[in-house]
């Protein structure tokens, strides 16, 4: 606790100190160190997080940095909306057990083995992921893969590693599948058809590749899956049996209609003459709107349970700094800096952006790198028009990088946290760390280079 407090102390201040050196203002310097110690509180005490952000944004007001009408401006408050939208939506489709219906028809394959269980879970886990939000897929698929390993007398933690391992990479593959997407999409102008011609089709290749690293790394637990299946198979079966019915019916629905409007919503606002994203933003409350009506009995548990409002606050008061950052003058202070030290070459700065922001979403949440990374982006941006690759490097480092330690994201926090407390389980960190490693620095690279790779067609396209 001693060192923690020390280095939570004493790193701020260096941070400070050496930004004064190199060139900022006391005024700017004094917003760094502010931002330095939220970060690195959140990081140190995890559970004191909003504490930490809470009396840090005081600081920024006492020190005349920010006003109530910035805060309103800077909180994002576009994609606080939209989350609160489809965690109500996610919900209700919980709630009506079409998560367990799905899976229990996949346990009636034929043949099941434990090869195409291990598969079938991962891939579920990024589907889920890409369409429902990290965090909520999460929760569902850890309790299936609990419920999986009672029944099967068999360790859930090889399981769960791969599941999340997993469950990030999908998080990459949609517009939706992660705050950050969203976080990305608003500040870099970029449409839901933009992340389905873009990461959808990296997202997809990068989990095959996966699949097959982590299909070889456990080789012997599936071994050992395949023989427990094949014994308990019927139990199971007995166990997930679920009946489709008119609420699960009425359930995907509304959700598929959701997300229609959201896959077009870039035609539709021009169709309609309305500004860029206003139908991103609103469409999942409108949805939520018609669920509270469906089900009013229950309409308090999904406002109340269902969204995540301790994180919700988290995102509102880390977006506001890191508007402070970007409105101080900070962010364009870095970007130029960067921008001179890269040479302004285009690859250069999309490989130090996509394995800074991998490196260090894996010691930090991967929202609060994309937060800090987001300002700095946008600057480079407008110095550099070409530079829209960097977005998706940003993306693709954060969420990638989520799987190198058991805290790089939502929802690692998430599974460790329900292993732990549902069945008394500790994972052990380093387990992870080891095949982390490997997944996500070959993810890494095979990312980068596909993002080059396109950038490169594109411009090509541009010229022709």
């Given at each position: 606790m001693l060192k923690k407090l020390s280095f939570l102390v004493l790193l701020p201040l260096l941070f400070a100190f050496l930004s004064r050196f190199a060139g900022v203002s006391n005024q700017q310097a004094a917003i760094i160190g502010v931002f330095a110690i939220s970060i690195l509180g959140t990081l140190f005490f995890?559970?004191?997080?909003?504490?930490?952000?809470?009396?840090?944004?005081?600081?920024?007001?006492?020190?005349?940095?920010?006003?109530?009408?910035?805060?309103?401006?800077?909180?994002?408050?576009d994609v606080i909306f939209f989350l609160v939208?489809?965690?109500i939506v996610v919900a209700s489709m919980k709630d009506s057990g079409l998560f367990e219906w799905l899976v229990s028809a996949i346990l009636k394959t034929r043949n099941l083995s434990g090869t195409k269980m291990f598969i079938v879970i991962m891939v579920l886990s990024a589907v889920f992921s890409g369409f429902t939000g990290e965090a909520a897929s999460i929760v569902v698929i850890m309790a299936i893969i609990l419920e999986l390993c009672d029944l099967l007398e068999i360790n859930p933690v090889p399981l769960i590693i791969s599941s999340v391992l997993a469950t990030n990479i999908g998080s990459a593959a949609t517009l939706f599948g992660n705050p950050i997407g969203i976080i990305i999409a608003l500040r870099g102008k970029l449409s839901f058809e933009d992340f389905l011609t873009h990461s959808l089709p990296i997202s997809v290749f990068l989990l095959v590749i996966t699949v097959c690293i982590l299909s070889l790394w456990y080789r012997s637990y599936i071994k050992e899956l395949s023989s427990k299946l094949k014994a308990k198979r019927a139990e199971i079966l007995a166990k997930h049996s679920m009946r489709w019915d008119a609420e699960k019916q009425t359930s995907l629905i509304i959700f598929t209609v959701m997300l229609l409007i959201i896959a077009f919503h870039k035609r539709l606002e021009i169709l309609l003459g309305l500004e860029n994203n206003t139908l991103l933003i609103i469409t999942p409350i409108v949805f939520a709107?018609?669920?509270i009506f469906l089900h009013r009995a229950r309409a308090i548990n999904y406002i109340e349970n269902g969204v995540e409002w301790g994180s919700l606050l988290f995102f509102m008061f880390l977006f506001m700094q890191a508007g402070v950052i970007q409105s101080s003058g900070v962010a364009q202070f870095f970007a130029e800096r960067l921008m001179h030290s890269t040479g302004g070459d285009d690859r250069l700065l999309c490989g130090v952006t996509i394995f800074s922001s991998g490196i260090l979403s894996g010691v930090l949440d991967n929202t609060v790198v994309v937060a800090s990374f987001?300002?700095?982006?946008?600057n480079l941006q407008m110095t550099h028009m070409t530079l829209r690759p960097l977005w998706w490097c940003l993306l693709f480092g954060a969420c990638l990088g989520g799987n190198l330690t058991a805290i790089g994201s939502t929802a690692n926090i998430i599974a460790v946290g329900m292993l732990e407390r549902q069945r008394k389980i500790k994972l052990d960190f380093i387990e992870w760390l080891k095949i982390g490693t490997i997944v996500t620095l070959v993810t890494l690279i095979i990312a980068f280079v596909c993002i080059v790779y396109l950038s490169l067609v594109s411009s090509n396209k541009l010229n022709k």
């Open positions: 995890w559970d004191l997080r909003l504490g930490f952000l809470f009396v840090g944004s005081g600081v920024l007001f006492l020190i005349h940095s920010i006003d109530m009408e910035q805060f309103i401006q800077y909180a994002s408050l939208g489809m965690m709107g018609f669920v987001v300002p700095v982006v946008k």
